[in-house]
């Protein structure tokens, strides 16, 4: 079964510190990626996607991944965190058209200020 | 323009007995899919519909059905109630069933099976 997978469920760091968040997927072909946050108290939005084209997203509040075929992997980044950035992380993917979201496990992510 | 409305926002039921949670996407949204949030699993997938048609089904078990009507709001029914089925149920629309397209989410439904 296709699938999506987070290795860190638990992320802890200070301000300013460097984040990294890993993502693997196991689809084959194409392929559409996506990370959602999830805000204390908030809905789940969108942070960022891929599906095409350069393999480096932007996303908003200063975030970004990079999709690497190579690996299956499409980790999330951002250079200097913020307390604010506190939240929960999930990753997710979907085949081309016609095919159902699969969400990985998520990663909380605690920022000390 | 309003978000993605699901209601109620709490239920509390008992085991063996049926519910039934709404969903009202985003003013023009067609697309419609259903998640099952619980710590430590994530979300699981239930089903997406588009324009009335389940386009596609997660792996739960017959008791967990759903519809969608003709003005895109859903609901989604569990019948013969689980301790298991505790979790929080969350609706995401969006305008169209491409595959990158974003998904908009609710503030879900937080059911508890007693």
């Known amino acids: 079964a296709q699938s999506v997978s987070q290795h860190n469920h638990h992320v802890i760091l200070s301000e300013a510190a460097s984040l990294e968040l890993g993502c693997n997927y196991s689809y084959g072909g194409t392929v559409n990626l996506f990370w959602y946050v999830q805000y204390p108290g908030q809905h789940l939005q969108l942070l960022l996607k891929?599906?095409?084209?350069?393999?480096l997203v932007k996303g908003i509040k200063g975030f970004e991944a990079e999709f690497i075929k190579s690996k299956f992997s499409f980790n999330l980044r951002k250079p200097s965190v913020q307390w604010s950035d506190t939240a929960e992380y999930f990753c997710a993917g979907r085949k081309g058209s016609g095919d159902k979201l699969t969400f990985g496990t998520g990663t909380r992510l605690a920022v000390r200020p | 323009k309003a978000g993605v409305t699901q209601t109620p926002r709490y239920l509390i039921k008992t085991r063996g007995q049926q519910v039934t949670l709404s969903c009202s996407p985003i003013s023009g949204h067609r697309s419609v899919s259903w998640y099952q949030q619980t710590p430590g699993q994530g979300l699981q997938f239930l089903f997406e519909y588009f324009s009335e048609t389940q386009r596609n089904k997660g792996n739960f078990p017959g008791r967990f059905s759903g519809r969608q009507f003709s003005n895109s709001r859903s609901e989604m029914n569990v019948s013969t109630l689980e301790l298991g089925d505790s979790a929080l149920y969350l609706c995401?629309?969006?305008?169209?069933?491409?595959?990158?397209?974003?998904?908009?989410f609710g503030s879900g439904t937080q059911l508890s099976v007693l």
């Open positions: 891929y599906f095409s084209g350069d393999p």
């Open positions: 995401a629309s969006s305008l169209r069933d491409k595959s990158n397209e974003k998904l908009f």
